[in-house]
DNA sequence: AGCCAGGCTGACG
DNA sequence: CGTCAGCATGGC
């Protein structure tokens, strides 16, 4: 606890940061423009490029100007106590095991368009080619910024991404997904505030997000936990599925009901113990989560 | 080479 | 409510 903010010239610099892989959360898939560099990782979030490492208990941003500490410190999400979600998991005999391939996993807030499109883009597809994507659109029509000796691309605008043409959505290998790009970006180009999808409970805001053409639950939870701040949305994809299935059912499969019912006993943060999850079903692979059925 | 991926949709029972 | 094919594309 206690965190502190420095500001300086071309930095913010955060100590007292507890439970945070850097590394681990930017690339392990809930964001996508994150890249590994010698000194951390480099990355563009709200246009704003940046250089993040992390030392000890201390994070440090590396900006072009002068930084917003607050939009950097909320964006890694480090005005939540992670030290209390951590003890709360490891203490859950059916979750201790995520540990400790799951530690240090933060759940970042992103900006909610950038999560709405690459949310989108993600159904039935892999995360190295999801990123593969993302990148060129961000090169086919982000607005380019300079930053260390090179040219990053920020996120592009709606109204960028609803002029290109199904064709040219295609061609950046988005496949039959293009539409529902397009049409997205059209519906917020238009006037579509996600931002009131923050205010919503739960339930309301996912059924509003299912309106778009391309975004069923398992995507809407996505962008609700990843950009709304719902940390309660649990998306379950085929890895969670087999993960649910491996640490609480013992291997079986669960009915739809009873499945629910044991993600909503997991508590408000729910979603945050659902990147836990993630890591670690990832980590073993599918025969190896088949293989820690019934092991407690 | 063929299965799979941070799934959704519509059809059918 | 549950199942199932079809969907583009390329990573592995």
Known sequence: MGMDIRITENAAVFTGVSCFDLNKSALCGQAFRWRETAGGVIGVVRGTPALAARDGDTLKVNCAGVPDAKMWANYFDLYRDYARIEKEVMNDPRLSVCFPEAHGIRVFNQEPFEALISFIISQNNNIKRISGIVERLCLKCGSPVPFMGETLYAFPTAESIARLTEDELTALGTGYRAPFIKKAAERVADGYDLEKLKDMELDEARAELKTFPGIGPKVADCILLF????????????????????LFFEGNAAKKAELYEAVSALGEYSGIIQQYIFQYARKLGREGLSSAENRT
């Open 227 to 246: 950009s709304l701040g719902h940390s309660d949305a649990f998306p379950i994809d085929v890895w969670i599925d087999r993960a649910m299935k491996a």
